[in-house]
């Protein structure tokens, strides 16, 4: 319906002041890239013009007769997924930021907006509405996604993806923080598990504070229910859901690789993907992750001793059995000063590189202190981008898997780890 103007960013106004409505229209009317498709007076009228329409980005004010523009914002997010919501609102408080981002939203702009703020805000985010429109349409014409399920029911088997490095360092809690951020949706919740028992450090990283960890669940294991364990996983503003490692190293002795099973075995069971960062030692623990795991995502960055940490990594996937086609290879901290290139890697691992993310401090340091990842809130800059590939490549690869039929494979595979 779109082609000819498949270029255009279409835009779509949702405001009840028809004045407010025409201002922001004004703003917009002589850029050559942009067309507002509509403009709503409620969140129900922006829902039912969105399917239509299907905006790349909506400007949603906040308060509104109907449906609120939070509500609203759940709702596109829903059935139009690509769409890039920016709140716009003279309410600047932290209560409402936080749930316009759990509700979706990707960005803020305070009223009333300037020109250049409105059309810069635009712009960045129509790149993610573009690149996740033609994912959508991949991932349409490419067979059922996998099994969804959500917290509190019982459903068909979530997927585990484990994301390792046998090299410390190298980017493990990044990359899987960002991918459990950039696959946690109202469709597929997501829970992410740091296994790193000891000096585990994803909850820092998401700037969570609570003590709640790992060993409330295992030493709870005979009664792990919904409401258990509802009350240990952590929660981001993002809305992702995490399971934290303790918080002092000693009480890692307390967790065994059989608890370690219970858990990420009922986390499967009750989330559409768990993503879990795993230690670098290869130890009973990470032998069980793997055991469940149905993607590895396997992490190195351009230096000799991380390729060669990868190499003895692969060996050690072949002798367990481990399938090729569960294995992916992400490259991190990609610099063309490093004088190593990502098909030299390749070439010498006799593996495909399925994605790169450059190295790019400010980014990743910033997320970091600021415990928003960067999937999050710097879609436009290039660790994101690279992220983004990583993202869609994982994505491809477990539909490509469920469409292999992946049951009959796990019969097959034998267990790494036997259960005691
Ligand atoms: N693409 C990148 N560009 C620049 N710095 C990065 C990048 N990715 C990760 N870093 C930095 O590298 C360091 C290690 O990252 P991270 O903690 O994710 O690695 P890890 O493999 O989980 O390490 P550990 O072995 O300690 O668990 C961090 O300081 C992080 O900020
Ligand atoms: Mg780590």
Same mark, same amino acid.
């Given at each position: 319906?779109?082609?000819?103007?498949?270029?255009?960013?279409?835009?779509?106004?949702?405001?009840?002041?028809?004045?407010?409505?025409?201002?922001?229209?004004?703003?917009?009317?002589?850029?050559?890239?942009?067309?507002?498709?509509?403009?709503?007076?409620?969140?129900?009228?922006?829902?039912?013009?969105?399917?239509?329409?299907?905006?790349?980005?909506?400007?949603?004010?906040?308060?509104?007769?109907?449906?609120?523009?939070?509500?609203?914002?759940?709702?596109?997010?829903?059935?139009?997924?690509?769409?890039?919501?920016?709140?716009?609102?003279?309410?600047?408080?932290?209560?409402?930021?936080?749930?316009?981002?759990?509700?979706?939203?990707?960005?803020?702009?305070?009223?009333?907006?300037?020109?250049?703020?409105?059309?810069?805000?635009?712009?960045?985010?129509?790149?993610?509405?573009?690149?996740?429109?033609?994912?959508?349409?991949?991932?349409?014409?490419?067979?059922?996604?996998?099994?969804?399920?959500?917290?509190?029911?019982?459903?068909?088997?979530?997927?585990?993806?484990?994301?390792?490095?046998?090299?410390?360092?190298?980017?493990?809690?990044?990359?899987?923080?960002?991918?459990? %951020?950039?696959? *946690? #949706?109202?469709? $597929?919740?997501?829970?992410?598990?740091? =296994?790193? +028992?000891?000096?585990? &450090?994803?909850? !820092?990283?998401?700037?969570?504070?609570?003590?709640?960890?790992?060993?409330?669940?295992?030493?709870?294991?005979?009664?792990?229910?919904?409401?258990?364990?509802?009350?240990?996983?952590?929660?981001?503003?993002?809305?992702?859901?995490?399971?934290?490692?303790?918080?002092?190293?000693?009480?890692?002795?307390?967790?065994?690789?059989?608890?370690?099973?219970?858990?990420?075995?009922?986390?499967?069971?009750?989330?559409?993907? %768990?993503?879990? *960062? #795993?230690?670098? $030692?290869?130890?009973?623990?990470?032998? =069980?992750? +793997?055991?469940?795991? &149905?993607?590895? !995502?396997?992490?190195?960055?351009?230096?000799?001793?991380?390729?060669?940490?990868?190499?003895?990594?692969?060996?050690?996937?072949?002798?367990?059995?481990?399938?090729?086609?569960?294995?992916?290879?992400?490259?991190?901290?990609?610099?063309?000063?490093?004088?190593?290139?990502?098909?030299?890697?390749?070439?010498?691992?006799?593996?495909?590189?399925?994605?790169?993310?450059?190295?790019?401090?400010?980014?990743?340091?910033?997320?970091?202190?600021?415990?928003?990842?960067?999937?999050?809130?710097?879609?436009?800059?290039?660790?994101?981008?690279?992220?983004?590939? !990583?993202?869609?490549?994982?994505?491809?690869?477990?539909?490509?898997?469920?469409?292999?039929?992946?049951?009959?494979?796990?019969?097959?595979?034998?267990?790494?780890?036997?259960?005691?």
């Amino acid at each position: 319906m779109q082609d000819a103007a498949d270029d255009l960013i279409r835009v779509m106004i949702v405001d009840d002041i028809a004045e407010t409505r025409e201002n922001i229209r004004k703003l917009l009317q002589f850029e050559p890239d942009i067309e507002v498709v509509g403009a709503a007076r409620s969140g129900q009228e922006a829902l039912e013009m969105a399917r239509e329409t299907e905006p790349d980005i909506v400007l949603m004010d906040i308060n509104m007769p109907d449906m609120d523009g939070i509500t609203a914002t759940e709702a596109i997010k829903r059935d139009v997924r690509f769409a890039q919501i920016v709140i716009l609102s003279v309410q600047a408080e932290a209560d409402y930021l936080r749930k316009a981002m759990r509700a979706g939203a990707s960005d803020f702009i305070a009223k009333p907006p300037s020109g250049d703020e409105l059309i810069g805000t635009i712009r960045s985010l129509a790149v993610e509405a573009k690149r996740s429109k033609g994912e959508q349409k991949i991932l349409e014409g490419t067979g059922p996604l996998p099994p969804i399920v959500g917290p509190g029911r019982i459903g068909p088997e979530g997927k585990l993806i484990a994301v390792y490095s046998a090299k410390g360092g190298v980017g493990c809690t990044i990359i899987a923080t960002n991918l459990a %951020v950039g696959l *946690d #949706t109202a469709d $597929t919740p997501t829970v992410l598990v740091d =296994t790193a +028992l000891q000096f585990g &450090d994803v909850a !820092v990283c998401l700037n969570l504070q609570s003590k709640n960890s790992f060993v409330d669940l295992s030493s709870r294991i005979d009664e792990l229910e919904v409401d258990i364990v509802d009350e240990v996983l952590l929660q981001h503003d993002s809305g992702l859901r995490v399971l934290a490692a303790p918080p002092r190293p000693e009480m890692a002795d307390e967790i065994n690789a059989n608890q370690v099973r219970t858990i990420l075995q009922y986390l499967k069971n009750h989330f559409a993907y %768990v993503v879990v *960062d #795993t230690g670098s $030692t290869m130890d009973d623990i990470t032998l =069980t992750v +793997l055991d469940l795991a &149905d993607l590895l !995502v396997s992490v190195a960055t351009p230096e000799i001793p991380a390729i060669k940490d990868a190499r003895l990594l692969f060996d050690l996937l072949s002798v367990l059995e481990f399938p090729k086609e569960d294995t992916m290879f992400v490259l991190n901290k990609m610099d063309r000063r490093s004088g190593i290139t990502a098909s030299a890697i390749a070439e010498n691992l006799k593996c495909t590189v399925d994605g790169e993310i450059p190295f790019d401090e400010r980014t990743v340091t910033t997320s970091v202190n600021r415990g928003i990842p960067f999937l999050i809130a710097d879609k436009g800059q290039p660790a994101a981008k690279g992220m983004l590939e !990583v993202l869609g490549a994982v994505k491809q690869r477990l539909v490509e898997r469920a469409e292999a039929g992946t049951e009959e494979r796990e019969t097959e595979r034998p267990r790494l780890f036997s259960r005691a």
